[in-house]
């Protein structure tokens, strides 16, 4: 069996040709990130192991930060693997969680956003399995208030032309 290093980089981008309703998706439940059609997610079908190959997630992560407004808006993400039916990242009582924020797994790695964790668990996926990675989104794209903010009204009169 061959040894082979990969990436995969996932980014959505307003460019304004996606419909609201599909960037909603990724604040209602965790959507792929190589199969939901959001951003760059275009394979077609599931990813699937074959019989001849073994992989090692060495490491998953999203863009730093939890919250903010206006300009110091963050997506708040949070990323997710799947490996057959279960998700690795769980509650204490074995429920499904949203996943590693990208606080905590920062993606890109800087000397300002580094992992909290001094050494990342790889994740092995054994021969014949069903995978994948899903991002959630923990704050709104677009804030109502933002959307349509209160802007000042100006009375003013003409007394003639």
Do not use: C
């Amino acid at each position: 069996m061959g040894i082979r290093r990969q990436g995969w980089q996932w980014s959505v981008g307003d460019l304004g040709n996606l419909p609201p309703k599909d960037l909603n998706l990724l604040e209602n439940r965790p959507q792929s990130v190589f199969y939901s059609g959001i951003g760059d997610a275009t394979i077609h079908g599931r990813n699937y192991t074959k019989a001849d190959e073994f992989i090692v997630l060495q490491y998953v992560g999203s863009t730093p930060g939890i919250y903010g407004v206006g300009e110091n808006w963050v997506p708040g993400g949070y990323v997710n693997i799947r490996i057959g039916t279960t998700m690795y990242y769980q509650t204490l009582d074995g429920r499904d969680y949203v996943g590693m924020s990208g606080t905590s797994a920062p993606y890109p790695i800087t000397n300002s956003d580094s992992p909290v964790m001094k050494n990342w668990i790889p994740i092995e996926i054994p021969p014949g399995t069903d995978w994948d990675v899903t991002y959630f989104l923990a704050n709104a794209l677009i804030p109502i208030t933002e959307d349509f903010p209160n802007l000042p009204v100006a009375d003013f009169t003409i007394d003639s032309i």
